[in-house]
């Protein structure tokens, strides 16, 4: 009997290293491509035209471009690797930044000939005049030609040696970030004796041209000299005693910064660093409650409105202050009362898990709102009108440099120190070990003996006292209290910044909060478009970085290992006979 042998499975075809090039760089393309549109038609580009970044050079809305042409060139450099010769990658850049800007010339083709603006509002001829330099619709090839040159320009910059490659790269995001904050530090240097220096470096809007060279060069300089890897490098050569040694003048002369910071940069300034400290307060009573004990809680902004509206209430000077007391004798009664508030959340929702546990806390957050602009409450908390005439800490002249916010910055910086202490020493002690032993698996908790009810209404109370510090705080700094300021968004914002520092890190939750709440005060003048990047950062993290830009060893080590485990080249490795 003859054995019949089955025909071996079709095999398709692998794309030859010739082709791989022009593949990567036409999706490269299309993908920069779309960006450029969208950064077109939703305005950003015709908005940001009006501001530039170098005075009579280039403009922000110019240089969005610049960066998704360029983009487009790093990007296919990146995907090739060395999967392709260095002729075929800058070719393969300039194919991609081609594509890219081909498509805004065909943009600017279609609006020549059809009136977009019944569909888009930002398709204009002042749009189709940024995109082809004042030339109009005539000018309808300049997207595609420059997008060419760039594209292939940056494909060219990410084949040379690293040490160069990142010298530019620096240089480049420099002069971008000295140009977006000219104003933020031309405004206290005119005040000052460093006027004339001022005036030389930077325009009323953006940077002079001599700026932008000398910001360059600094970039290039000094930013690869100081890069985290060569740091940490040269640290891990250190030895324990010179390491301590080191880290005394170091840490010296950054509280000194910090001291002066708002002396140096005015009080706009302090505000920001002040709203960041706050919100680094709520950030670590979360990462209690959520990054250690794993109790997702949407509702944390009530624990923050008790703490404003006692302290408003114990001292405003206004209609509805019942004490006129000191913010000081004010503050330990506001956060014993926000704890409180913690318990009476914390005892209902002891058997709640999971979502089931994220909406019960967004509901009881939703009813402190209601109940702060409400009739019935009106009689005590102001209603719509809310609670105003809330003093300062302390009383000072105007011409004291504690004065205005300065005041509420070190008083905000004193308190989220002294709670990141706190933090950290939880994290370490029985209990902080037994809120993560919560948060990995309550059964299992439960039965190596770990008391679920004490241990979490511990992390409730904790976290609402922090929370609550914030909410005295931020009384203080605007001197009221309205029911529009305990929104939805205020716990949305707490939870972003523990996702995106790192779940469980204090190190995260401080430069999570730099980001997602310091960078966007910074940015007020842009503030059409803060949620839009504020959304495009939260997306880039979760895709790039999800286990946060300072993540806890726990976190790392977690995701690490999931990420190894989905891997299907480590899978096939693990359960094939060697």
Not at 113 to 132: E, G, I, K
Not at 511 to 539: K, N
């Amino acid at each position: 009997m003859t054995a019949v042998t089955a025909p071996p499975p079709t095999v398709a075809p692998i794309a030859s290293a010739r082709d791989l090039w022009l593949s990567v760089a036409i999706r490269t393309g299309l993908i920069a491509g779309a960006t450029a549109l969208y950064l077109c038609l939703t305005g950003i580009v015709p908005t940001f035209d009006s501001r530039p970044l170098i005075r009579d050079v280039i403009t922000l809305g110019q240089v969005a471009l610049v960066v998704a042409f360029m983009a487009a060139g790093l990007g296919t450099a990146i995907r090739l690797g060395t999967q392709a010769s260095p002729g075929r990658t800058v070719l393969g850049g300039t194919v991609a930044g081609l594509i890219a800007g081909a498509m805004l010339s065909a943009l600017v083709l279609l609006g020549s000939v059809v009136d977009l603006r019944a569909m888009f509002l930002h398709a204009s001829p002042a749009l189709w005049n940024v995109l082809t330099f004042e030339m109009g619709t005539s000018g309808f090839w300049v997207p595609a030609a420059v997008g060419a040159v760039l594209g292939g320009l940056a494909a060219a910059i990410w084949l040379l040696p690293g040490a160069l490659r990142m010298s530019l790269l620096a240089g480049l995001a420099m002069v971008l970030v000295m140009g977006l904050f000219a104003g933020l530090l031309r405004a206290p240097m005119l005040s000052g004796p460093l006027s004339g220096l001022a005036r030389q470096l930077f325009a009323a809007e953006g940077l002079q041209p001599i700026g932008a060279l000398l910001s360059f060069a600094a970039g290039a300089i000094l930013v690869p000299l100081f890069r985290p890897s060569r740091i940490r490098a040269r640290a891990q050569r250190l030895s324990r005693e010179q390491r301590r040694v080191t880290a005394v003048p170091l840490g010296g002369v950054l509280l000194l910064l910090v001291l002066l910071l708002p002396l140096g940069l005015g009080p706009f300034v302090a505000q920001v660093v002040a709203l960041i400290a706050l919100y680094v307060l709520m950030g670590l009573g979360l990462n209690i409650t959520l990054g250690l004990a794993g109790l997702l809680d949407l509702g944390f902004v009530a624990f923050f409105a008790v703490g404003a509206y006692t302290v408003g209430l114990l001292t405003s000077t206004g209609e509805y202050g019942i004490a006129q007391w000191s913010f000081w004798a004010a503050v330990p009664v506001a956060v014993v009362i926000a704890m409180l508030f913690g318990v009476v959340l914390g005892l209902p929702l002891l058997g709640m898990r999971g979502d089931y546990l994220a909406i019960a806390t967004l509901g009881f957050g939703e009813i402190i709102r209601i109940l702060a602009g409400s009739d019935l409450l009106k009689p005590w908390l102001g209603g719509p009108r809310g609670i105003t005439n809330i003093p300062k800490p302390l009383d000072v002249g105007p011409d004291s440099f504690l004065a205005g916010p300065n005041q509420i910055y070190y008083i905000a910086l004193a308190c989220a120190a002294v709670i990141a202490f706190v933090a950290w020493r939880l994290r370490a002690s029985r209990l902080g070990r037994a809120w993560i032993a919560i948060r990995e698996d309550e059964d299992v908790a439960e039965a190596l003996g770990v008391n679920l009810v004490q241990t979490k209404i511990l992390a409730y109370m904790l976290g609402a006292a922090f929370a609550g510090l914030g909410g005295a705080i931020f009384a203080s700094l605007y001197g009221s209290v309205f029911p529009s300021s305990i929104q939805l968004l205020v716990s949305i914002n707490v939870v972003a910044i523990i996702i995106v520092g790192g779940m469980g890190s204090i190190p995260g939750v401080v430069v999570g909060a730099i980001v997602l709440i310091g960078l966007p005060e910074l940015f007020r003048e842009f503030s059409e478009y803060r949620f839009l990047f504020y959304g495009a950062v939260l997306i880039l993290m979760m895709r790039f970085r999800p286990e946060g830009l300072i993540p806890s060893r726990i976190g790392r080590q977690e995701m690490h290992h999931d990420a190894a485990e989905d891997d299907p080249l480590t899978a096939t490795a693990a359960v094939e006979p060697s």
